[in-house]
């Protein structure tokens, strides 16, 4: 019996409710079933190929690459990638199609692929592909057209005639078919599972996404859903069992596989250089910018400045990033030379090299910040700087500037995968099980926004939206939503970051069209880019940026001329502000939690304010940093140290691990880490979609500390403070980079308060849906003149200025908002200043409302249901969890029509474990 099988056609959830697994899934259950290699053909495109290629590299499993590509005639063609030139067929193949199309309707010509398929291998497909689908349609002659269509293209080398057997009534009568055609023809045989999903168990899944799919529920989907979950990984021996009968056919998946040359580890790419000067190197032009940066912003080149500078570039032309930190340079000249506010931040923030070509406006060697944080020698991804710009037409004509430097094809936005998270799992599966759309906004508003922190476990969630724990969908709806959880469910853009390339991006991943006109999205999120090497510039928007150029523009024209770059960092009335929490409108500080804090902390200097930034986070909280720190900082709690050893360290943040950069340095100082072992942590602590990295480095630090000798305490503290960075915890340089920006607000309004009030009038005006900015700029002017009369001293807060409005917004000049109000004002068409309390009334009014719809589908429900006296175990469906179809709607529903008759329409909540379906909260 052979064993060679390898598995050539697997979707996966990358295929857009197509496939019911992870490609990472995937390739666990492939090396679980000692498969030595897996293909994933995704529909349209090669979207989850990264995560193949990582989780099989991890795994010991070669994983190759395919897609089905989505024909004009409607059928999909299964291809491989044998070569990387075949691999680039495929990226200009889906590009072309993509980007002349509306998003998602992108189809490849049969003349198109006649001209182009180099290195291509071609399988005949399943169900959906030319072959069947032109013989289940219209009968042998088409398929015989279709087939020979085939032939001529790929000829007899390069096609694959593709069986499948799920123990499916029907089946052999086209397998028949296709064996006798392959005989006749000259062709191989190639045995697949087309699979949908890794496991039995997520045959769910599919069914879920078949229904939302063709817009049915799984009672009414009938034949659309899979008769059986045969269409799993299978382990060599069960497809030699299955294919007994035409063992070549297995044999062959062997024999392709090894003709499959390509990888991702083979992709190629190569980052654009910047043009210098005749003479210059990519080296030296980045030296002599560098120096003459530094010249500028330290006035003289310390020995001190001069070392870490040659520390950094040597490591940077030896990591061959010269043309990066050039081309970055350049976007940020431009846009200075265009007026246009820009600032680094992020990582980059950790490198003087930056601060001197004025990428950044934090001193990294004056702040001692990590340069590791931001490169290292052993870093084999590319560095990442975010470069935050004012939002609206300003942020967009830099990217615009990009798409013209590099062409359509040379540049493009980083995809963002949206997954299904709490609600929208809950609401699609939800939907998919026929539950009321009543219950479902329920379950909706009820959910704490996000998932993180879960309040209540989903069983419970559920129970309160009114699903009662007796309903004989309970179990699979919360079984389903758990696996439904976390897979993509449809492809955004990234805020901001976009990837250039030397030459066509398509030849490294195929792009798309976004639903923002003038964009394009290539097909990997951030993540998958980073794994590959792919060099990301994030351009980001921040509406503060744009209240900030806003306002220095109208400082300029008013005679009152600002220079933020020269504004003291000491300002006394500034910081006294900030302690005061007067800090509405003011960037990073002006939330509850931040306004709270302000007059604990005190802050009294730029990196007081810092650490104020960095510590309302999900990361210093859950690793019960916050009250140590405010306790220390107040006096009432002495001043300790995990170890004596890293006092140095933690000394700044009172002996409280408030950083990245800490963790860092830790790592490298008492756990002996190397630069490569600190990068991996680094990406550990920013890896969201497994947790299995930060587990596995968590294991290595902890052995490390061990070694070391440090104490047990000690380590538990360190490591759950790690653990903790993990959910979401900044950098220093990220901090240090947004406090600039908050200092910067916050100065402007105690100094320029009629300034600064009347460019987030003018912002408000433009986010004001009907409004454009014209009328923003018109709402500045009024605003301007009208707080004239004022004082610098004063401005909004004095003074007889009356209330401006424009484009739908008021916005009172004479005194600022309420304590309990929202920053920014009110909302569009009108509305006045929302405060907390009518957005607490607006609530209840909503809430109110629920309940009613809530009681009025229970009625509707009622009826149906009553009549039903049939046992609990009768109404429950009999296939779980083979299959979510079939059965009743729920169990002891004669139970519920008697307790409605007894309570009333209106009836309380039930005890925990009673049998309603639906009730009120």
């Keep these: 019996m052979s064993t060679d099988y390898i598995e050539l056609h697997a979707r996966s959830a990358f295929s857009w409710l197509r496939g019911g697994s992870a490609p990472e899934a995937l390739a666990k259950e492939a090396a679980r079933l000692q498969l030595p290699a897996v293909a994933l053909c995704d529909r349209g495109g090669v979207y989850g190929s990264v995560r193949l290629h990582q989780t099989a590299k991890e795994s010991g499993v070669r994983a190759l690459v395919g897609a089905e590509l989505p024909m004009e005639d409607g059928s999909a063609l299964p291809v491989l990638a044998a070569t990387r030139a075949g691999y680039q067929t495929i990226g200009a193949l889906l590009t072309t199609a993509n980007l002349r199309a509306e998003k998602g309707e992108g189809r490849v010509g049969w003349g198109e692929l006649a001209a182009a398929n180099t290195g291509l291998i071609a399988l005949t497909g399943d169900e959906d592909g030319p072959l069947q689908r032109a013989w289940r349609t219209a009968g042998d002659a088409a398929a015989a057209e279709a087939g020979a269509r085939l032939e001529a293209i790929f000829g007899r080398e390069r096609l694959y005639v593709e069986l499948q057997r799920h123990l499916v009534p029907g089946e052999e009568v086209m397998n028949d078919t296709l064996v006798g055609w392959a005989q006749a023809r000259g062709l191989p045989l190639l045995a697949t599972n087309g699979v949908l999903h890794a496991t039995a168990a997520e045959r769910c899944v599919s069914d879920v996404f078949a229904c939302l799919r063709e817009h049915t529920t799984l009672d009414r989907a009938g034949r659309r859903l899979a008769p059986n979950a045969e269409r799993r990984l299978k382990s060599a021996a069960e497809m030699a069992a299955l294919f007994a009968d035409l063992p070549e056919a297995v044999a062959n998946t062997g024999r392709l596989a090894a003709r499959l040359e390509f990888t991702l580890a083979d992709l190629g790419y190569r980052f654009p250089d910047f043009p210098v000067p005749a003479g210059e190197s990519q080296e030296s032009w980045l030296r002599v910018q560098t120096d003459a940066g530094a010249r500028q912003r330290y006035g003289a080149i310390t020995p001190e400045v001069r070392r870490q500078l040659d520390h950094e570039l040597a490591l940077i032309a030896r990591l061959g990033f010269c043309g990066y930190f050039l081309i970055v340079w350049d976007l940020c000249r431009t846009a200075r030379e265009r007026g246009t506010l820009v600032q680094g931040r992020g990582s980059a923030a950790n490198s003087a090299v930056c601060y001197a070509l004025g990428i950044t406006a934090v001193d990294p060697i004056g702040q001692k910040l990590l340069f590791e944080r931001f490169l290292s020698e052993g870093r084999t991804d590319w560095p990442d700087i975010d470069l935050d710009l004012p939002s609206r037409e300003r942020r967009e004509e830099m990217i615009q500037l990009l798409y013209e430097r590099y062409g359509r094809h040379g540049a493009a936005m980083t995809a963002n995968v949206i997954t299904f998270r709490g609600r929208s799992a809950m609401r699609e599966v939800g939907k998919a099980l026929g539950l009321p759309d009543d219950v479902l906004d329920r379950f909706s508003s009820l959910y704490h926004h996000g998932d993180f922190p879960e309040t209540i476990q989903l069983e419970q969630q559920l129970v309160t939206a009114g699903v009662a724990r007796a309903h004989p969908r309970f179990r699979v709806l919360v079984d389903t939503c758990r696996m439904v959880h976390g897979l993509p469910r449809h492809l955004g853009q990234h805020s901001g970051g976009m990837v250039l390339c030397a030459g066509a991006l398509d030849q490294y991943v195929p792009l798309e069209n976004a639903r923002m006109p003038g964009r394009s999205v290539l097909q990997w999120d951030k993540s998958d880019c ?41 300002d006394p009335a500034t910081f006294k502000l900030m302690q005061e929490a007067d800090t509405i409108g003011v960037f990073q500080i002006e939330s509850r939690a931040q306004m709270a804090t302000l007059p604990r902390m005190k802050p009294e200097n730029f990196y007081d304010l810092a650490v104020e930034v960095a ?69 550990a602590i920013g890896f969201t979609r497994s947790t299995e990295r930060m587990e596995r480095m968590g294991r290595k630090l902890r052995d490390a500390l061990r070694r070391n000798a440090v104490s047990e305490p000690a ?24 406090a600039l920006i908050a200092y910067s607000s916050a100065w402007l309004k105690v100094h320029r308060p009629a300034a600064r009030g009347a460019a987030r009038v003018a912002f408000g005006a433009w986010r004001t849906r009907g409004a454009g900015a014209g009328a923003g700029r018109g709402a500045c002017a009024a605003a301007v003149r009208l707080a004239r009369g004022s004082s610098a001293a004063h401005g909004l807060h004095g003074g007889g200025a009356a209330p401006a409005r424009r484009g739908g917004r008021a916005q009172c000049l ?70 979510l179809a079939g059965g009743a709607v729920g169990r002891g529903r004669a139970r519920l029509a008697r307790e409605d008759r007894r309570r009333g329409h209106h009836a309380a909540a039930p005890r925990h474990g009673e049998g309603r379906v639906f009730h009120h909260a």
């Design 530 to 570: 980073e794994d590959m090497g792919l060099v990301k510039v994030d351009l980001l928007g921040l509406g503060m940026m744009a209240v900030l150029q806003e306002s220095l523009e109208l400082c300029a024209r008013n005679g009152e001329p600002v220079d933020l770059a020269q504004i003291p960092k000491d």
């Design 615 to 683: 510590i309302i986070r999900p990361g210093p909280i859950h690793g019960d940093a916050v009250n140590p720190y405010l306790e220390r900082r107040a006096g009432r709690e002495p001043i300790t140290y995990p170890d004596d050893r890293i006092k140095p360290i933690l000394e700044r943040t009172l002996g409280v691990v408030l950083f990245q950069e800490q963790i860092l340095r830790i790592a490298m100082e008492l756990g002996g880490f190397t630069a490569a072992e600190a990068d991996e942590l680094r990406r």
């Design 715 to 738: 380590i538990e503290y360190l490591l759950r403070s790690l653990a903790s960075f993990a959910l979401y915890g900044f950098p220093e340089s990220h901090a240090l980079s947004f």
């Design 814 to 883: 004479r005194r600022p908002p309420p304590r309990g109000a929202l920053a920014g004002g009110g909302g569009a068409r009108g509305r006045r200043p929302v405060s907390l309390r009518g957005v607490a009334g607006r609530r209840r009014g909503r809430a109110a409302r629920a309940d009613e719809r809530a009681g009025a589908c229970a009625g509707r429900l009622r009826a149906p249901l009553a009549h039903d006296r049939r046992a609990p175990d009768a109404a429950a469906p009999r296939a779980f969890p083979g299959s």
